[in-house]
Antibody
Framework: VQLVESGGGLVQPGGSLRLSCTAS????????MSWVRQAPGKGLEWVSL????????SYADSVKGRFTISRDNSKSTVYLQMNSLRAEDTAVYYC??????????????WGQGTLVTVSS | QSVLTQPPSASGTPGQRVTISCSGS????????VNWYQHLPGTAPKLLIY???QRPSGVPDRFSGSKSGTSASLAISGLQSEDEADYYC???????????FGGGTKLTVL
C-alpha cells in the first residue's frame, strides 16, 4: 500500500490550491479515504472523508464550505480542493486510507504528507 | 481545544511501563471504538491500536489499548528509546459527523 500526496505549496490568503493523493497496492474503490492535517506545533486534525463510491462526504466544521473532497476511482486518486484559504490552514496535509468493518473503522495507512503554507 | 483530552506529556525510563489516557464523551468514545497512532515529526503517522485493543501486524505486544465507558488508555511496557514520539487517540464522533483526535501526548524516554 502506498499513498503519495502532491500539490502543496505557498499560496496567498484567499487563494486556492488542489491537493492530490494517488494510491497504489490495493483496490482503491472499496475504501473510504480521508485527509488529516497538522498545523505547525499542533496536533492532528481530521479534515474530510469520502466514501468509496464518492457519493458521501463529510467535513470538519473548520473547513466546511471552503474545502471539497472528491475522488477519481479510475485514477486511484483522491483530491482536496481548498478555496478561500486562511493563515490557519497552514499545515502538513496527510492522506489516509480508511479500513472499516461493521463494528470498527480506522486509518490504517497514511501518506508522507504535503505542506501547505498560506501567507502573503 | 481538542474534543478528546490527552495529557500533553508523559515520560519514563527504559524498561518502565507508561500509560496515556484519552477522555471523551458519549458521542465519540462512549459509542465508537478508539484508535491510537504514533507520530514522529516529519514522518507518516502509524496505526498502533485499532478497535480499542487490537494491534496491527508488526506492532510489538509491548503496546496495548483498553477502553471503559467514555475513556481509553494506551499502555507501553518495556519502554524503549525508539518509543519516543507523539501519541494520538482518535474516534468517530456522532454529533460532529466526523473523526476527532486527542491533542496528542509527547512521550519522552529519559
Amino acid at each position: 500500500v502506498q499513498l503519495v500526496e502532491s500539490g502543496g505549496g505557498l499560496v496567498q490568503p484567499g487563494g486556492s490550491l488542489r491537493l492530490s493523493c494517488t494510491a497504489s497496492g490495493f483496490t482503491f474503490n472499496i475504501h473510504a479515504m480521508s485527509w488529516v492535517r497538522q498545523a505547525p506545533g499542533k496536533g492532528l486534525e481530521w479534515v474530510s472523508l469520502i466514501r468509496g463510491s464518492g457519493g458521501s462526504t463529510s467535513y470538519a466544521d473548520s473547513v466546511k464550505g471552503r474545502f471539497t473532497i472528491s475522488r477519481d476511482n479510475s485514477k486511484s486518486t483522491v483530491y482536496l480542493q481548498m478555496n478561500s484559504l486562511r493563515a490557519e490552514d497552514t499545515a502538513v496535509y496527510y492522506c489516509a486510507r480508511v479500513l472499516q468493518t461493521s463494528s470498527w473503522s480506522t486509518f490504517d495507512y497514511w501518506g508522507q504528507g504535503t505542506l501547505v503554507t498560506v501567507s502573503s | 481545544q481538542s474534543v478528546l483530552t490527552q495529557p500533553p506529556s508523559a515520560s519514563g525510563t527504559p524498561g518502565q511501563r507508561v500509560t496515556i489516557s484519552c477522555s471523551g464523551s458519549s458521542t465519540n468514545i462512549g459509542s465508537y471504538t478508539v484508535n491510537w497512532y504514533q507520530h514522529l515529526p516529519g514522518t507518516a503517522p502509524k496505526l498502533l491500536i485499532y478497535s480499542n485493543n487490537q494491534r496491527p501486524s508488526g506492532v510489538p505486544d509491548r503496546f496495548s489499548g483498553s477502553k471503559s465507558g467514555t475513556s481509553a488508555s494506551l499502555a507501553i511496557s518495556g519502554l524503549q528509546s525508539e518509543d519516543e514520539a507523539d501519541y494520538y487517540c482518535a474516534a468517530w464522533d456522532d454529533s460532529l459527523n466526523g473523526w476527532v483526535f486527542g491533542g496528542g501526548t509527547k512521550l519522552t524516554v529519559l
